[in-house]
């Protein structure tokens, strides 16, 4: 007969053993080995379709208003496009609903930036602001009547007033008084302004 092992209490060295083995086991499996062999045993969990990468999904085209050139449905600034993942890609839906897409169905919803305008033409402003801009028709315009009346009775300070409102207004830098923006094309060429943030900060180069 074998002899039997008595039932002491554990040594320290064997309750270091087990805190380490557990500790091991933790980190595997919450780990990057541990997600490969989730991963590798199809218990990976689905990605949301809007983290697709490019190329993976195609979005249409915002329908634009034609007299304010601006995508329709803005509200608060933004307006959504329909997307499309590619065929034989599987994720979830903006329902979370897990699908195995064909190119034909929507995944998600694209927010696209649209902007405040309010009857402000860019072109009737440019051409005011050459042919009248003497006269001070550009700041009547775009709701300035005190320059306006300025610019008109000195004759657009002396030509030189005009000169700098024409490359002003043609700049986008001077725009309508009520904070509005111009109604531009929407394909067309326009002045975007960018607002210092995480991905627009330049860090300055640091050398060994």
């Not at 039997?4 to 557990?22: H, M, N």
């Not at 990468?53 to 933004?78: F, H, M, R, S, W």
């Not at 094309?185 to 627009?200: A, F, P, Q, W």
């Amino acid at each position: 007969m074998a002899p039997t092992r008595p039932s002491g209490p554990a040594t320290p060295e064997a309750l270091a053993a087990q805190v380490l083995g557990v500790l091991w086991f933790v980190s595997v499996t919450t780990g990057p080995w541990g997600a490969a062999a989730i991963a590798a045993a199809g218990g990976e969990e689905t990605l949301k379709c809007e983290d697709l990468k490019l190329g993976q999904y195609i979005c249409k085209d915002p329908k634009i208003n034609d007299a304010t050139q601006e995508p329709v449905n803005c509200t608060n600034y933004t307006a959504h496009v329909p997307c499309f993942p590619a065929p034989n890609i599987t994720c979830k839906d903006f329902g979370g609903n897990e699908t195995h897409f064909t190119g034909n169905e929507v995944g998600f919803l694209k927010p696209v930036s649209c902007r405040n305008v309010n009857g402000y033409s860019y072109k009737v402003a440019v051409a005011l602001s050459l042919f009248l801009g003497w006269l001070g028709a550009d700041r009547f315009y775009l709701g300035y009547p005190a320059l306006g009346l300025l610019k008109f009775c000195t004759v657009g300070f002396c030509g030189i007033g005009s000169l700098i409102d024409f490359i002003l207004i043609s700049m986008q830098i001077v725009g309508p008084s009520d904070g509005s923006s111009y109604i531009i094309d929407y394909y067309g060429t326009r002045l975007i302004r960018l607002s210092i943030t995480n991905e627009t900060f330049r860090k300055t180069q640091l050398y060994p």
